[in-house]
């Protein structure tokens, strides 16, 4: 069945310093990757998806995730964090292609990323 | 263009009510989704619907049910309402269900049961 884990409930960093959220994912077949993020009673905003191609993919606000095939992984980064990132971030895995629910998307338990001055 | 429009933006209903949510994609999005978000916890698929039809099925009990109409906006249907049906609901919308389209959230109808 297809699956994604974020290990770490908060994320601490200080702004202008590199942040890492992480993400591993577990699914049959290619997978099909997104990293999204929720400000407080907000829905989703998406910030960018892994098909196929690139390992290292670029997305909106200056946010990237690096796909890893032989670790599993898609983490979230960022060069220099600011204090506007702060939110919660959701990894989530596409579900399964062919099956009855393939249109569906699988979320992670989401980060809290807090972001200080 | 406008982007996914969600309403009621907040509602608070009695335990074992009805309630109807509403969806409007994307113009030009034919596939709509709907999550539910419960407090501290990731967004849980509850429904897909393309071209009026409905493609995928979480698992949720049949007090959910939702329909697409012909202009591709949707609605969500919970009866009996629990207190465990509070929560964030979520829209998605799709250009269509090829692997490689994107999923565009909406804000949310944030429902509360007393």
């Known amino acids: 069945a297809q699956s994604v884990a974020q290990p770490e409930d908060q994320v601490n960093v200080a702004e202008g310093n590199p942040l890492t959220v992480k993400c591993t994912y577990s699914?049959?077949?290619?997978?099909?990757l997104f990293w999204y993020v929720q400000y407080p009673n907000r829905g989703l905003q998406f910030l960018l998806k892994?098909?196929?191609?690139?390992?290292l993919v670029k997305g909106s606000y200056g946010f990237e995730a690096e796909f890893n095939k032989s670790q599993t992984s898609f983490h979230l980064k960022k060069p220099s964090a600011l204090v506007s990132d702060s939110a919660l971030y959701f990894c989530?895995?596409?579900?399964?292609?062919?099956?009855?629910?393939?249109?569906?998307?699988?979320f992670g338990q989401g980060t809290t990323l807090q972001v200080k001055p | 263009d406008a982007g996914v429009t969600q309403s009621p933006t907040h509602l608070i209903k009695t335990r074992g009510q009805q309630v109807t949510l509403r969806c409007s994609p994307i113009?030009?999005?034919?596939?709509v989704s709907w999550y539910q978000q419960v407090l501290g916890q990731g967004p849980q698929f509850i429904f897909q619907?393309?071209?009026?039809?409905?493609?995928g099925r979480g698992n949720f009990p049949d007090r959910f049910s939702a329909r697409q109409f012909p202009n591709y906006s949707s609605e969500l249907n919970v009866n009996a309402l629990l207190l465990g049906d509070s929560a964030l609901y979520l829209c998605a919308s799709q250009k269509n269900t090829a692997p490689n389209y994107g999923y565009t959230f909406g804000s949310g109808t944030r429902l509360t049961v007393v």
């Open positions: 113009s030009g999005h034919k596939s």
């Open positions: 989530a895995v596409r579900g399964p292609l062919g099956s009855s629910n393939t249109g569906k998307l699988i």
């Open positions: 892994y098909i196929t191609g690139d390992n």
């Open positions: 619907y393309y071209e009026k039809e409905e493609r």
């Open positions: 699914v049959s077949g290619n997978p099909y």
